[in-house]
């Protein structure tokens, strides 16, 4: 079995906590989160609105550092802001958000925003004809660049917003609630079209949704997470066929059966 190419040990995330005027003190988001990805896995991460999965996104992303624990890029520590795999981290690894409209700069041109991580992160090579290669692999028209986020529907932004975190030829997609601000029918557009980049490419994916159903259409392992804990992990059809952990059931019971993938 292959090395994990991006994995958490221990990984904990305390905030200050404002919210009590006598006794301030700390807010854990996460405790104690181990995870590991391996080369051309997708792995899903499902859990209710507070679980903790966008803190989680951050951390592995290196956003943020953690109270505790590490994470690991091909085997180095990144959560540092000196930590010797952080330059390489932000090379291999890209991160699609829920809301590309909070994502997507307005003043900006499309072909300026898929090329934008290419000029940070000094990619060399022809920027226009990687953005024109990107916007055709997302399912827009080499057009598109010179039009600006606001004239796009909500699904074709999110086509945008993959075809930048892809320009820079990522090893690793971090996908958080990528679709759950899309209508049902436009969800399945882009869950299709991920399903097919991620083959295509072959990307190693961190998919995080609250949704069950998505989770079982890309994903074959996964973890669940509750209140800041990973109370369940297992490959997706054990979970949906004997949940083990109350809270997984619980979500189970809020979705309707759907099919697994094709």
């Not at 086509?159 to 609630?177: F, K, T």
């Not at 989770?215 to 083990?244: D, F, H, K």
């Amino acid at each position: 079995m292959s090395a994990p190419i991006l994995e958490a040990r221990g990984l904990a995330k305390a905030y200050r906590d404002r919210r009590s005027r006598s006794r301030p003190g700390s807010r854990w988001a996460l405790r104690g989160v181990d995870l590991e990805v391996r080369a051309g896995e997708t792995l899903g991460v499902v859990g209710q609105s507070g679980a903790g999965k966008s803190t989680l996104a951050r951390l592995l992303l290196a956003l943020e550092e953690p109270t505790a624990g590490e994470v690991l890029f091909r085997g180095q520590a990144v959560s540092g802001r000196r930590s010797p795999g952080l330059p390489e981290l932000r090379r291999r690894v890209q991160i699609v958000l829920q809301d590309p409209m909070g994502s997507l700069d307005p003043r900006m041109r499309v072909g300026d925003i898929v090329a934008e991580p290419l000029r940070a992160l000094r990619i060399p090579g022809d920027h226009r004809a990687r953005v024109h290669e990107m916007l055709e692999a997302v399912g827009l028209a080499p057009g598109a660049a010179r039009r600006y986020p606001h004239q796009f529907s909500g699904g074709q932004r999110q086509r945008i917003a993959i075809a930048r975190a892809l320009a820079p030829r990522p090893d690793v997609l971090v996908a958080d609630e990528a679709v759950s601000g899309l209508d049902v029918s436009v969800q399945a557009q882009v869950l299709n079209l991920l399903s097919g980049l991620i083959a295509d490419l072959g990307l190693t994916t961190v998919l995080i949704s609250h949704d069950l159903a998505v989770i079982r259409y890309l994903c074959r392992r996964v973890l669940v997470l509750y209140q800041g804990q990973v109370v369940e992990a297992g490959s997706t059809e054990e979970l949906y066929t004997e949940p083990r952990h109350p809270y997984t059931r619980r979500l189970l019971a809020a979705v309707p059966e759907m099919p697994g993938r094709p």
